[in-house]
């Protein structure tokens, strides 16, 4: 089974040729045509970059926008129809990474260990709102609350080694200053 990513999002119509403005969450949005695409159902979308309107265009979350042409939608109406609609990719389409690096889709799932490499938790999520990664752990047990979920900002500080192969991220508490 292939798995589905969340790769780009339709905000809004751009003139009346049925160009919209995606919101693309890759470092490259103009690789876009290299990858399949297709809408939540799974239907096969060709996506081609407007060849007026090569920008990218940068979003106040630091997410880049593009102008682009969907196959099927050649007018103004058809494109307000698509608005808010989330295209995807799977992921074996991704790029290999090098050493140290790492998708942040790959984390999720990974078990969360203490300095002692005991199991703590899993992380269920990873957030990005333009400022740095941001991690959800739900942790296994804190005192006398179990499956407690927080969020700790994705730094070498805290999460001093990922190991994809061996499935988990080692986590070292922040200290809390008290005021």
Known sequence: MTEKILFAKVNSVFGIKGDVKLIVFSENPENIEKYSLSDSSGNPLKIKI??????????????????????????????ELMRGKEIFTNRTDFEETNENEFYYVDLIGLDVIDGASKKIGKVINILDHGAGGVIEIKFDQIGDQKDHIDNFPFKNEIFPEVNLKAGFIRFEMPEVVEM
Do not use: F, H, M, Q
Not at 55 to 66: D, E, F, Q
């Open 50 to 79: 407007s060849n007026k309107n090569k920008t990218v265009i940068g979003t106040s979350l630091g997410n880049p926008i593009i102008i682009a042409k969907i196959d099927g939608v050649n007018d103004r109406n058809a494109a």
